[in-house]
């Protein structure tokens, strides 16, 4: 089975640029959830959808970046303009419904170097 | 969010078993323990969670300490594979409030010698 699918894999981007994330959840799966991993602050949560619905996006940085889940199985991060700082690998991650401790299943990561 | 405290990094040889520690001293009734590990270059992966009694399943061990605040993760035999990053969290079982989300703090860095 596949399993949590990011793209692009490495992005390399000039400051002030448009990045787009892309995160195709595993099949079935009705939870989805985007983390950000830096040396300095380690892995951090961005925001969470539960069934297509952005349920909390308190680690979002700030109005720089914008997330979507137009359906089950796609969502975007998006980060505009982008700057050095943002730098990071993102993650992707996606839970099956049932219990809320369910565990989550994380996606290989796109590792995103702004210029 | 109750905290865990797990040492920085620690060895193992292949082959022998590994003991990873966590101390939750602030864990509540209604916490799950949950280990993740993640190896270089990948996301992070789950391992085993548990409330109150030891846990067994084909990748590790949850030994929990009687009054919860503390557990370990075995590995049986560790592997050049098994060396990575291993994250203790704790999560609230109840449907409400944060408990979908996983705080992940520095975790164990572990070191398999061949």
């Known amino acids: 089975d596949a399993g949590v699918i990011q793209s692009p894999r490495h992005e390399v981007t000039e400051m002030g640029q448009e990045v787009t994330l892309r995160c195709k959840p595993i099949?079935?799966?009705?939870?989805l959830f985007w983390y950000r991993q830096t040396m300095m602050r380690g892995l951090e949560l961005l925001i969470y959808?539960?069934?297509?619905?952005?349920?909390?996006d308190s680690g979002m940085p700030e109005d720089r970046f914008s997330a979507k889940m137009p359906n089950a199985s796609f969502s975007t991060l998006k980060i505009q303009p982008s700057e050095p700082r943002d730098s990071a690998v993102y993650f992707c991650?996606?839970?099956?419904?049932?219990?809320?401790?369910?565990?989550?299943?994380f996606g290989p990561g796109t590792r995103l170097t702004v210029l | 969010d109750a905290k865990t405290t797990q040492p920085n990094s620690m060895e193992s040889n292949e082959e022998e078993p590994v003991h990873l520690p966590c101390n939750h001293s602030?864990?509540?009734?209604?916490?799950?323990i949950h280990w993740y590990r993640q190896l270089p270059s990948q996301g992070p992966e789950y391992v085993i969670h548990?409330?109150?009694s030891n846990v067994n399943n084909r990748m590790a061990s949850l030994a929990i300490a009687e009054d919860r605040k503390s557990s370990t993760l075995i590995l049986h035999r560790a592997t050049l594979r098994d060396a990575a990053v291993y994250y203790c969290i704790l999560r609230d079982v109840h449907s409400g409030g944060s408990n979908y989300k996983l705080t992940f703090g520095k975790g164990t860095l572990l070191t398999v010698n061949p």
């Open positions: 602030t864990i509540s009734g209604t916490d799950y």
């Open positions: 099949s079935g799966h009705n939870s």
């Open positions: 991650a996606s839970s099956p419904p049932g219990a809320s401790y369910n565990e989550q299943f």
């Open positions: 548990g409330l109150t």
């Open positions: 959808f539960n069934n297509n619905v952005p349920i909390d």
